[in-house]
């Protein structure tokens, strides 16, 4: 089990850009799978992108294809979702969640370990 521990959300204006972080303890998050999901207010919780447990393999939703990059930083136990070009659409809490899956996942049901979650709220 990993704990997770989301930080870097906020206000942006449309066009902008942020980085979320999140940081893991516990057991190794090096052997972990990592996501990102969000939920936007009245709306089911939904993929965002996913990488595996060496980072050597991304996936993404179609609607954040060429604007956000996941990544992973094995020796901070952090993992990372830069996202650009942002649009008020993507207003919603954001969460990072492992899975005990070595490769990436769509599948909420895959993933073991979620952290609390940010808000990232963009105006148009």
């Known amino acids: 089990q990993v704990q997770l521990v989301e930080s870097g959300g906020g206000l942006v204006q449309a066009g902008g850009s942020l980085k979320l972080s999140c940081a893991a303890s516990g057991r190794s998050f090096g052997t972990y799978a990592k996501g990102w999901f969000r939920q936007a207010p009245g709306k089911q919780r939904e993929f965002v992108a996913s990488?595996?447990?060496?980072?050597?393999?991304?996936y993404y939703a179609d609607f954040v294809k060429g604007r956000f990059t996941i990544s992973s930083d094995s020796a901070k136990n952090t993992v990372y979702l830069q996202m650009n070009s942002l649009k008020p659409e993507d207003t919603a809490v954001y969460y990072c969640a492992a899975s005990t899956d070595l490769s990436v996942s769509t599948m909420e049901r895959k993933y073991t370990d979620w952290g609390q979650g940010t808000q990232v709220t963009v105006s148009s």
């Open positions: 990488i595996n447990w060496s980072g050597g393999t991304t």
